[in-house]
């Protein structure tokens, strides 16, 4: 489906079969949100695309931890939180300080249900031809260009993260390791931090997605970015959901299955030709 809005568009608990696709003044979107292939319980993802005015843009996509009490209603509390704030944002209050208000919001919230909820959260600001990443746990954020270089990719807050950035282990190792879905740092915890990232400018026809870990536990850093780099949008992004959705289910000699529940933004650059 592909259609047209100016308007917020959040959605938790979904059970889409196909992905969707939009277009707006910042350039286009394609998003998609389901539960995972191995349960029946609720997807405890939720996702938000914020036009705040014609010049910039919000993505969330969080993703409510499994496992704890609640996370459907965790990650639910991030997007409805952040969508709240930037809409009533004064004109005094940049858009940065209006994501981190709404993160602190929505921790406050959490913490207060009391029910040892969480959830990740990965954000990004899209501003004209820059955008800028905040996220809290593992959620993916990745920006590639249309010749496959990727341009920015955010360290997941967990040992194997970490251990990732400091070139202890590898990707292969990483991604084998039993532990790689233990992490240190959620909406909800109790030292949650923002990791805020550069500025960068976008190019044209950079694509950019952010996504809940299925999608980062299940595909490589490289194969997410050959499969969303070209091509028609929508289509890129539904052969990388199908292969995604494939290897939840069937294990590899370079990977385990991960099958999560999953979701995504994606948005590419209008082409400046």
Do not use: W
């Amino acid at each position: 489906m592909t259609r047209t809005s100016d308007k917020p568009i959040i959605i938790s608990d979904g059970t889409m079969d196909v992905a969707e696709h939009i277009t707006m003044a910042h350039g286009e979107l394609t998003f998609y949100s389901t539960r995972s292939p191995a349960k029946y319980t609720p997807n405890e993802d939720s996702l938000a695309i914020i036009p705040v005015d014609n010049h910039t843009l919000v993505l969330v996509v969080a993703d409510g931890m499994g496992g704890m009490p609640a996370g459907e209603q965790a990650s639910q509390i991030i997007v409805h939180s952040l969508s709240n704030i930037l809409s009533k944002k004064p004109e005094s209050q940049t858009i940065r300080n209006a994501i981190i208000e709404g993160i602190d919001i929505a921790d406050a919230k959490i913490k207060d249900l009391k029910n040892g909820s969480g959830s990740t959260v990965s954000v990004a600001e899209i501003s004209g031809t820059q955008i800028r990443n905040y996220h809290v746990g593992d959620s993916l954020t990745l920006l590639t260009s249309n010749h496959g270089n990727i341009k920015y990719v955010s360290m997941a807050h967990s040992p194997i993260g970490y251990a990732l950035e400091c070139g202890a282990i590898d990707h292969a190792t990483a991604m084998k390791h039993l532990e790689r879905n233990l992490i240190t740092n959620y909406v909800g915890c109790h030292e949650m931090f923002i990791h805020i990232g550069p500025i960068i400018e976008l190019a044209s026809l950079d694509t950019l997605i952010i996504a809940s870990d299925a999608l980062s536990d299940n595909l490589y850093e490289h194969e997410i970015s050959e499969h969303i780099r070209k091509g028609p949008l929508l289509e890129s992004i539904e052969e990388m959901k199908r292969t995604c959705q494939n290897n939840m289910l069937i294990k590899g000699d370079d990977r385990l299955c991960h099958p999560d529940d999953f979701t995504f933004i994606a948005f590419r650059q209008a082409s400046k030709e």
